[in-house]
Antibody, heavy 119, light 106 residues
Framework: EVQLVESGGGLVQPGGSLRLSCAAS????????LIWVRQAPGKGLEWLSY????????YYGDSVKGRLSISRDNAKNSLFLQMYNLRAEDTAVYYC????????????WGQGTVVTVSS | SYELTQPPSVSVSPGQTASLTCSGD??????ASWYQQRPGQSPVLVIY???KRPSGIPERFSGSNSGNTATLTISGTQAMDEADYYC?????????FGEGTKLTVL
């Protein structure tokens, strides 16, 4: 089964850091580009970052630029999101998603991991 | 940044046709995608490249995109189609999502 499973979420204090992981299975991970998306409580989807299959191309959304770092380990079929200087407004469900090749869309989504920023 | 605008809510009666719109500057020059998100669940891709349905998506879901507006049409709407729907497009190095439309089937 093609699957993405996020982990690493939890409660963190304002100003803290957190590293999220996304484990892939059921497909050839190193052939696919990936993204991170978050969804604050009761809000819509917000794109955070994109990484190409070889890590050669990386993009960040303006709202989080400078506080996030995306990376991947193709040998371990894993995607990561390092978050720094977290704020209350970063509280959200964080999803990883797979790029559907040559479609400009994202066809496989994880179940999400919850990040809560609070003192 | 690139903005996609969706109406916050749309209501439709069971069996009728629902039309959900997404507006953005020259959106018709890009590929539009649509995602369905039921409460407590992850998004599901229902339309890509303006008009195409992924495997497993019912034929009642269709899409179009021209000018500044993309449209998701659900024909013969069923109760199970009640969900939030998000449009999405790429603009240069940005992935943009619309704010979402809550579809109510009543």
């Amino acid at each position: 089964e093609v699957q993405l499973v996020e982990s690493g979420g939890g409660l963190v204090q304002p100003g803290g850091s957190l590293r999220l992981s996304c484990a892939a299975s059921g497909f050839s991970f190193n052939d696919y580009n990936l993204i991170w998306v978050r969804q604050a409580p009761g809000k819509g989807l917000e794109w955070l970052s994109y990484i190409s299959s070889s890590s050669g191309t990386i993009y960040y959304g303006d709202s989080v630029k400078g506080r996030l770092s995306i990376s991947r380990d193709n040998a371990k079929n894993s995607l990561f999101l390092q978050m720094y200087n977290l704020r209350a407004e970063d509280t959200a469900v964080y999803y990883c998603a797979r790029d559907f090749p040559e479609s400009d869309a994202f066809d496989i989504w994880g179940q999400g991991t919850v990040v809560t920023v609070s003192s | 940044s690139y903005e996609l605008t969706q109406p916050p809510s749309v209501s439709v009666s069971p069996g009728q046709t629902a039309s959900l719109t997404c507006s953005g500057d020259k959106l018709g020059d890009k590929f539009a995608s649509w995602y369905q998100q039921r409460p407590g669940q992850s998004p599901v891709l229902v339309i890509y490249q303006d008009t195409k349905r992924p495997s497993g998506i019912p034929e009642r879901f269709s899409g179009s995109n021209s000018g500044n507006t993309a449209t998701l049409t659900i024909s013969g709407t069923q109760a199970m189609d009640e969900a939030d729907y998000y449009c999405q497009a790429w603009d240069a190095s940005i992935v943009a999502f619309g704010e979402g439309t809550k579809l109510t089937v009543l």
